[in-house]
């Protein structure tokens, strides 16, 4: 972890310093897909704030350590008379690409298409209540109750003109219901380091160096040519044959030889996500299991066993090939809340499991289906091979269920499963993300990604409390509360978080994000 | 003649229609769209009402319905994926397909043909498997020899291309033999495989070609941006060409061999040679001919399926046309895509089925004799 945060400041260190070298540097930048849209409020995905990121702004922006560092915005704070009020004080002398200048009202404009109705953002910003510019660099935003951590949640809500928007009707966002696409689909006009030149879908987009960008660094990158191919294997060979010069998403498979390839370099580093395992844990039997009268999963005793029978080390080095940091927690180091004692997960012990299993009334083990998607996350489905025959060796018989992504989710969030893998990144960077989706119970806007059936009305009371909490001390005891009862309940079976590796010509660097969206602007050339 | 067509038209329509019954009952089992288009952070209330705004909750034969109706009206509505119209995406894709293809049906029928008319010419009927084999060791051996001696791939397989070369020029026979027995490693070998392979040789190890993409291209009309113009289209296409044509030409080549064959032993040959004409007039001129019709129908229905499945030469290559757009489709559950280019297919073979049948019936007289009382 340190390693990775000095890294990453000492990529920023070497770009301000290496600043003045202005040179023509063109990077050929490949990756798995494109972004879908260049509507900056139309998908919450990463790939596509990814490249939206490069020509619209953000109000603040996230740090590699997690920390929020100004953009747009060059401070925030709540109003002092109104604990409702978020403040923001705006950047001056910022242009869009078309030369209009950026005001607070581009800025109201933006927030309020970002909550409209078929935006994709809108959940982010459900706890608004009104926006209003106070002058031309001041924005006041009223949320409906206290929200302090609402600023979290814009650094991937980017503000586009609110003329531009005007001149071409982009009021509201595409809705796929309608017969017709929106100019801003296939059309950009931010703030941002990069002005999009062209861009044939899922083949190459090219963006030009903004002159006329606000920062006084300006990125060595001159030119990104941004170029989609979905085929590992020709990804890899792109790199290899010379025709790119970043890969992105990097197969595990190929990392070490890449890392051995002359003129290449591999950078790795973790990502904000964890992989766990979930199941329904309440009493009703399990739908895919022998034991019909009651569900085994149920029996705290069984949770533990399962915990004690995976071998996590063992899936770090025979599935990820050793690019995971296994873990005892379900949630990445980054977020806050973390804390080595609770990322800590005791040593495989299958002696002591069966014993559990035993104990529980389960001498012979039982019968269970786990779904898998197979097309999400790195070796997905291989990891839940792994566990299978690991909870076959205390004799829990696992059958497998494989499916694509498309599939596996609506599984979990149409409680259609018993036992499952799933992935979750936590963009906020902060606990209250992962209990409000993944251990409160399933009620209006809380437990969308919870099929366990786990309910606690206390629990999810002092959940609901952490978004309008206001006493940071006592919030943060709420939050080690919340995860020593999650921990001792065996809500959720975390395995590992997932390393991120970028292949380049080894004359270029550019450290890993912990979100997967690094920016062209931190590249630097030379040794 | 007129019944003729439109009873083919007729039965075309109900071939398109129940293509895209078939795709919607699929549909279901494909995913759900709404999972990619809207992210982990969207409430399930939110998901509930796109579906409902998108039909996705009606039963299937209403989806298909709707479908129907809109495409009858040339609507094929909006890519969940991409957001774009889905004609239009898919006309913007077509161009890079209708080349890859039009290149590798050439390819497959240039070489296949003359490969083809040598081997029937050199080669012995029936090819003894003996010889087969002492033909395919005589190359891979001395390959193998430098591979173990720490030459590399390269080497070894230049000097496999080049033991192949140099025979058909002084031992023609044993040319033959070999191309036989290379040509069925193209029928058996995935496309996959044969396209990795080569991206692996002359694009990671040579460097000489592109291993991706489609290279710089030209605008020429209304939208159909070609590859054949610039120097980095054209050597773009070489590689996923020669992919996508192995097939056919190793097909294209044992037809014309078994064709050709039976042709030399014909009567009308025997008097050519005892009349003393030249040996390259009877082959070419009289032999040849006779042997094309069926390669000309052959290559007319291979046509379409190039067209059609060059999905996975697409892919290996990340090749800019309809069938990587139908496979990026696949993955997002893209359902509007996925409908709109299977319906595209369908559309291809019928048409070109429509054409050869209609060659038969002008080539083939007895046709048109029993037009009225029979079937054709």
Known sequence: ?527 | MLAFILRRLLQSLIVMLAVAFIAFLMFRFVGDPVEGMMGVDARLADREALRDRLGLNDPFYMQFWTFVKNAARGEFGISYRLQQPVTQLILSRLPATIELAVVSASLALIVGVTLGVFTAIHGRLPPSSRETLTALAAIILPALALWFLGRGLLWSFGAAALIFVSTAFWAKSFFSQAVMAVSLVGVSLPTFLIGIGLIFVFAVELKLLPSFGRGQTVELWKGWSTGFLTKSGLLSLILPAVTLSLFQMTLIMRLVRAEMQEVLRSDYIRFARARGLPESTINFRHALKNTMVPVITITGLQLGSIIAFAIITETVFNWPGVGSLFVNSVQAVDVPVMAAYLLFVALVFVVINLIVDLLYYLVDPRLRVDGRSGRA
């Open chain 1, 1 to 527: 972890m340190k390693i990775q945060r000095f890294a990453g400041l000492a990529a920023l260190l070497a770009s301000t310093l290496m600043a003045s070298s202005a040179m023509a540097e063109t990077l050929r930048w490949a990756r798995a897909s494109d972004a879908l849209t260049l509507d900056p409020h139309s998908q919450n995905q990463g790939v596509t704030h990814n490249f939206a990121h490069h020509i619209y702004e953000t109000l603040v922006d996230r740090a590699v350590d997690g920390s929020l560092t100004p953009r747009l915005a060059t401070e925030w704070y709540v109003k002092e008379d109104d604990p409702n009020v978020w403040v923001f004080k705006l950047r001056h002398d910022v242009k869009f690409h078309d030369g209009a200048d950026f005001t607070a009202e581009d800025v109201v404009f933006s927030l309020d298409r970002a909550r409209s109705e078929n935006s994709n953002m809108r959940q982010l910003h459900s706890a608004i209540a009104s926006v209003a510019a106070v002058d031309d660099h001041t924005v006041e935003v009223t949320m409906t109750g206290p929200s302090p951590l609402y600023p979290n949640n814009l650094t991937n809500t980017f503000v586009m003109d609110k003329g531009w928007s005007e001149a071409h009707s982009l009021q509201s966002v595409q809705d796929y219901a309608a017969g017709e696409d929106n100019y801003a689909v296939r059309n950009a006009n931010g703030t941002g380091p990069y002005i999009l030149e062209s861009r044939e879908v899922d083949v190459r987009s090219v963006l030009k160096r903004n002159e006329a960008h606000w920062a006084e660094t300006k990125p060595q990158v001159t030119e990104i040519i941004y170029l989609p191919i979905a085929e590992n294997a020709t990804r890899i060979a792109a790199l290899l044959s010379g025709e790119v010069d970043l890969v992105q998403d990097v197969p595990v498979q190929d990392i070490e030889r890449l890392k051995n390839t002359a003129g290449l370099k591999v950078e790795t580093g973790p990502e904000n996500r964890i992989i766990y395992f979930g199941y329904r844990m309440d009493d009703k039997p399990l739908k895919s299991s022998n034991v019909a009268d009651k569900n085994p999963i149920a029996d705290p005793r069984v949770r533990e066993a399962m915990h004690l029978a995976i071998d996590r080390e063992a899936i770090k080095r025979v599935v990820m090939r050793g690019n995971s940091l296994p873990a005892g927690v379900a949630m990445p180091p980054f977020v806050h809340g973390w804390t080595p004692e609770l990322d800590a997960f005791p040593a495989p012990d299958p002696e002591r499991a069966k014993a559990l299993l035993a104990e529980a009334g389960y001498p012979d083990g039982f019968s269970v289906t786990l779904d898998t998607p197979n097309n999400r996350y790195v070796n997905d489905e291989a990891i839940s091979q792994a566990v299978v025959g690991m909870l076959g060796r205390i004799g829990i018989k696992v059958t497998l269920a494989s499916r694509p992504v498309a599939q596996h989710s609506p599984l979990i969030t149409g409680d259609n499963t018993d036992f499952y893998l799933l992935g979750w990144g936590v963009p906020t960077f902060d606990s209250a993300y992962i209990f409000n989706d993944l251990i409160h119970s399933r009620n209006g806007h809380f437990g969308a990604y919870n099929p366990s059936g786990y309910a606690d009305p206390a629990l999810d009371a002092k959940i609901e409390g952490l978004a309008t909490e206001i006493d940071v001390e006592k919030r943060d005891a709420d939050i080690a509360e919340i995860w020593a009862q999650v921990q001792r309940d065996r809500v959720l079976l975390p395995i590992h978080n997932q390393l991120l590796a970028y292949a380049m010509k080894d004359n270029l660097t550019l450290a890993v994000h912990p979100e997967n969206q690094p920016l062209m602007t931190m590249v630097t050339y030379g040794q």
